[in-house]
């Protein structure tokens, strides 16, 4: 059982999150949950939990980052870790660290950094050997 329900990210245009989120959490096997389009967008993973939120807020202020925070999701393959970042950068989301192995973290530990167009800062990363 997972302990954590959602994790929410903001965003001031949805239809450029839309497509970023479509392509980059798909890559790691994330897909949109149906909504109507009033609702902020969601996607899951094999219809488990955590559900990933992407808002406007509802404040009417402007969605910004946390420097020194960010969201780490597990890939299952390298492969998955690279399409993640690839596809990150091709939608217009910002390099923070290319794909490869993290040693200092563990011997196996293959991770990817971006940041989405709105400065929320996204980590891929999978622990499986190559």
């Not at 202020?61 to 390298?78: E, I, L, M, Q, Y």
């Not at 950068?89 to 989405?116: I, S």
């Amino acid at each position: 059982m997972t302990v954590i329900s959602h994790i929410t990210f903001g965003t001031n245009d949805k239809a450029r999150s839309a497509m970023f989120y479509d392509a980059v959490l798909g890559a790691i096997g994330f897909a949109r949950l149906p909504k109507p389009p009033e609702k902020p967008l969601a996607y899951e993973r094999d219809g488990q939990m955590p559900t990933i939120y992407i808002y406007t807020p509802a404040d009417g202020r402007p969605a910004t980052w946390g420097n020194g925070t960010h969201v780490a999701f597990v890939a299952d393959s390298r492969d998955q870790v690279d399409a993640f970042h690839a596809a990150a950068l091709e939608l217009g989301g910002m390099d923070e660290g290319k794909p490869g192995l993290r040693t200092h973290y563990g011997p196996n530990y293959y991770a990817a950094y971006v940041r989405d167009p709105d400065g929320n800062k996204l980590q891929a990363v999978c622990y499986a050997g190559s």
